[in-house]
């Protein structure tokens, strides 16, 4: 509990203190997440969750097509708050949790779960097995995982924290239990403050257990 609070304080800091436009993830528009939720040809009514979304616009867009079960989780309460703030009663289409990813316990299951940039800020091996376990879990058979995650040329710290790099082959290897491997890419972003940073983005899908 005291790592939670400890985490929540930290990104809650983050929040309060950087307007999203200079965050270093900040994205008008999320394409590549966008591309790899549009290419599943998913009925408008597919419940969809962004992991660590804060107060991306990908909630935004995602709205704009035509999604109707939409729901962001993030740890900071602040990024929830900024972005029910920038929605307006848009944000009553959303649905907000906020919570630890590694305490998380879905009420309902999920298919799609797309995650930019969450996974890599748990560097413990227990955390991250952790996160395996709640994103299989919330998944439906035939449900897909869109992880998108700083590549092994990527940044090696972000907002001041460590991260853990990957590539295409270490998001298979630890997903390969539960999930069959479906396409990879890598990508860079260019920051507000114009530096860049490499992402692998990895869609899986969840076989039938």
């Known amino acids: 509990m ?3 609070i400890e985490r929540k304080e930290f990104w809650d800091k983050v929040y309060d203190e950087k307007p999203l436009e200079s965050s270093g993830w900040f994205q008008a528009i999320p394409k590549e997440s966008l591309d790899l939720i549009k290419v599943s040809e998913l009925d408008n009514s597919a419940k969809i969750i962004d992991v660590g979304g804060g107060d991306s616009l990908l909630a935004d867009h ?16 602040k990024a929830i708050e900024r ?4 929605l307006g009663s848009e944000s009553d289409k959303i649905n907000w949790i906020c919570t630890d990813i590694r305490t998380f316990e879905p009420s309902e299951t999920y298919t ?10 748990l560097t413990d091996d227990k ?3 952790i996160y395996r376990r709640v994103a299989t879990s919330a998944l439906g058979f035939g ?8 590549s092994m040329t990527g940044p090696l710290m972000c907002s001041g924290l460590p991260i853990r790099q990957y590539d295409a082959k270490a998001l298979s290897e630890l997903f390969s239990s539960d999930f069959k491997y479906i ?5 860079f972003h260019t920051t507000p403050s114009a530096s860049i940073q490499n992402y692998v983005f990895c869609t899986f899908e969840k076989l039938s257990k």
């Open 2 to 4: 005291e790592k939670f």
């Open 127 to 129: 955390d991250i097995e």
């Open 62 to 77: 995602l709205l704009r097509i035509g999604f109707e079960n939409v729901t962001v989780l993030d740890i900071s309460q």
């Open 83 to 86: 972005a029910k703030k920038r």
């Open 143 to 150: 449900g897909k995982l869109i992880l998108g995650a700083f």
């Open 183 to 187: 396409q990879d890419f890598e990508t």
């Open 112 to 121: 799609i779960w797309h995650d930019r940039a969450c996974l890599h800020f």
